[in-house]
């Protein structure tokens, strides 16, 4: 049996979670049972009473708001405990077209993909400011440059599917965006990432995520900075140490050259600046040494994240969810299976 579990982590949508439950469609080919779990984050308003009578069957219910990156790993492990095969994250404020839901899950049940990304025609959207507009085209373009990714891909969507082993590899360790962050684990995984053009809508309502375009940048560009020090520091490391030794060994010979010329004398702050670009490369290179040490230490852990994450869910197929502490979180079951 086949299931998809489409996860929605809202924060006060009351005014759009109905509309984007109701558009999402149960009946897929390939898939044999399609559930809605929101993920609601302490929202103050009527999310969840509006996500229950909308047709959403379970909801992960934050007592407090936790942000975004928190709730969208607790959405992931719901879905795998209720057996995911599948699943989709979606936001709760009509941006995405659910309708195209099966867009996304198709390359994954077919096998050719681990990551579908639900890619924004970001040209279409009149609403969005130009900051945004510009900042989103910015990130992407930086991703692609480091990492190679397709040119259309919209590293910031959150209308993306996952198989169930993408879902059981990713780390999120963020606590405020995790698009990048995902997007940075997946590659590092060796995932394979694929892209879809599906425009999405405009939104006027203020953002629930971010507070000022400034912020954002700052918070976000954090957040995928770390992830890339914390994924490539060896090879940044090893650049920038090559590059001092080289240029170090270049002023060395300059040197020498002058030196057996008789002109030594005259160049001794080349012969300072090779010894000390020298000795800051052999400084670096250690340094890179221990990111190595350090990278590989995280590779085992992640491993070992997955094979218990594997263990925990191997038998999840009976819609029982995960175990929370009460005071944090409750889990409902709004429609459980006869
Ligand atoms: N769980 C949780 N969800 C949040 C939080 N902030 C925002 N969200 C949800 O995350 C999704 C994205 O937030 P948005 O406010 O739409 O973010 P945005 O600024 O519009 O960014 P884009 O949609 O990517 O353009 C929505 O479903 C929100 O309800 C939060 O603190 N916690
Ligand atoms: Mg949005």
Same mark, same amino acid.
């Given at each position: ?12 949508? &009351? =005014?759009?979670? #109905?509309?984007?439950? /109701? ?10 049972? *399609? ?11 009527? *999310?969840? &009473?509006? %996500?229950? =009578? %909308? ?28 057996? !995911? ?14 309708? /195209? ?10 096998? =050719? ?10 040209? #279409?959207?009149?609403?969005? *400011?130009?900051?945004? /507009? ?6 992407? $373009? ?20 996952? $198989? /169930?082993? !993408? ?44 507070? $000022? ?8 560009? $954090? ?14 490391? *090893? ?7 080289? !240029? ?38 250690? !340094? ?14 992640? =491993? ?25 979180? %409750?889990?409902?079951?709004? %429609?459980? &299976?006869?």
């Amino acid at each position: 049996m086949s299931t998809l579990v489409v996860i929605i982590p809202a924060y006060n949508e &009351e =005014e759009n979670i #109905g509309d984007v439950i /109701r558009e999402i469609p149960r009946q897929l080919d390939g898939i044999d049972r *399609t559930f809605v779990l929101v993920i609601d984050d302490g929202s103050r308003d009527r *999310t969840v &009473e509006l %996500a229950r =009578e %909308a047709g959403a069957d379970f909801i992960v219910q934050h007592r407090h708001n936790r942000g975004l990156a928190v709730s969208f790993r607790d959405g992931l492990d719901a879905a795998l405990s209720l057996g !995911a095969d599948v699943i989709v994250n979606t936001d709760g404020d009509n941006h995405y077209d659910q309708s /195209r839901i099966p867009e996304l899950v198709e390359p994954i049940i077919a096998g =050719e993909a681990d990551i579908v990304i639900g890619s924004r025609q970001i040209g #279409g959207l009149s609403q969005m *400011t130009f900051a945004r /507009r510009w900042g989103n085209r910015l990130a992407n $373009s930086i991703f692609r440059i480091l990492y190679g990714l397709p040119p259309d891909t919209d590293i910031s969507s959150g209308f993306r599917a996952y $198989s /169930r082993d !993408a879902a059981l590899r990713l780390s999120v360790t963020s606590k405020y965006t995790y698009t990048h962050e995902t997007l940075i684990s997946a590659l590092d995984h060796r995932l394979t990432i694929a892209s879809k053009l599906i425009p999405a809508r405009d939104v006027t309502r203020p953002s629930r995520l971010m507070s $000022s375009v400034g912020s954002h940048v700052f918070r976000a560009g $954090s957040v995928a900075f770390m992830s890339f020090v914390v994924h490539r520091l060896f090879r940044v490391l *090893t650049a920038a140490s090559a590059v001092l030794v080289l !240029a170090g060994a270049v002023l060395w010979v300059r040197f020498l050259y002058f030196f057996l010329s008789g002109d030594g004398g005259g160049h001794l702050q080349s012969l300072v600046a090779a010894s000390l670009a020298i000795i800051l490369g052999a400084f670096l290179l250690t !340094a890179a040494f221990f990111a190595a040490i350090l990278a590989k230490n995280r590779q085992l852990i992640e =491993e070992m994240l997955y094979q218990q994450r594997k263990q925990l869910h191997e038998h999840d197929t009976d819609l029982t969810l995960p175990e929370v502490p009460a005071e944090l979180t %409750a889990v409902t079951k709004v %429609a459980p &299976e006869d």
